[in-house]
């Protein structure tokens, strides 16, 4: 049983450039949620969605940044125009039920966005 | 704004001994969850406690939750070398909004052979 997948699991991108991650939830999990670590920073929450709905992104830079979670495959994190403060690892995390905060959540193993 | 204070930071012991890792906040959580982050890896649950008061061991891992859900503790005894690595809390807010985890910043922790 596959654990979250997250790709790639490095990506290198010039300024101004779009950065496009990938997240596959676990298998029955249908909520998904995306965390960014800083260097020597905490994870900070980001965005949760559910299959079809984005139901808080509270987290999100109010610019360039984007997510989805379509009926069929991946979510997908979007970050426009990349500047270097975006570097950071993005994390994924799934879970069956909403607001699973009883049980903790599983996460991927990140991807690490590199801006040059 | 809910913040998590960790401390030590950094931590670097010897193999055998025995250690505390404390987590702290004014704020009151639904429950507190602590993961361990290997480098280059995402977090890994350890463990979940909801109860104020609530004591969980997991082999030489005790965790307990205080009483005002606003602190939680981590202890290991008798630590080795496999032990080494970032360890995070992160409490789950009351409320609607449970599902958004605060983060502590980590203590990085050391066991030497």
């Known amino acids: 049983n596959a654990g979250v997948m997250q790709n790639p699991r490095h990506l290198v991108r010039r300024r101004g450039q779009e950065a496009r991650l990938r997240c596959s939830p676990m298998?029955?999990?249908?909520?998904v949620y995306w965390y960014r670590q800083l260097p020597e920073e905490g994870l900070k929450f980001m965005v949760y969605?559910?299959?079809?709905?984005?139901?808080?992104e509270s987290g999100m830079p109010k610019e360039r940044f984007s997510a989805e979670f379509p009926k069929e495959g991946p979510s997908i994190l979007r970050i426009q125009q990349v500047v270097r403060g975006d570097s950071a690892a993005y994390f994924c995390?799934?879970?069956?039920?909403?607001?699973?905060?009883?049980?903790?959540?599983?996460f991927g193993s990140g991807t690490r966005l590199t801006v040059v | 704004t809910q913040l998590l204070e960790q401390s030590p930071q950094f931590l670097s012991i010897q193999e055998g001994e025995n250690l505390t890792v404390y987590c702290n906040s004014s704020?009151?959580?639904?429950?507190l969850q602590w993961y361990r982050q290997e480098p280059g890896e995402g977090p890994v649950l350890l463990v979940t406690?909801?109860?104020?008061?609530e004591v969980k061991k997991l082999k030489r891992l005790t965790f307990q939750f205080g009483d005002a859900r606003k602190d939680s503790s981590l202890h290991i005894t008798a630590a080795q070398p496999g032990d080494t690595g970032l360890y995070l809390c992160?409490?789950?807010?009351?409320?609607?909004?449970?599902?958004?985890?605060?983060f502590g910043k980590g203590t990085k922790l050391s066991v030497i052979p």
């Open positions: 992160a409490g789950a807010s009351t409320g609607a909004g449970s599902y958004q985890l605060t």
């Open positions: 704020s009151v959580f639904s429950s």
């Open positions: 969605l559910q299959k079809e709905n984005i139901i808080d």
């Open positions: 995390a799934s879970s069956p039920l909403f607001s699973d905060d009883t049980n903790g959540y599983t």
């Open positions: 298998k029955g999990h249908s909520h």
């Open positions: 406690v909801v109860t104020g008061g």
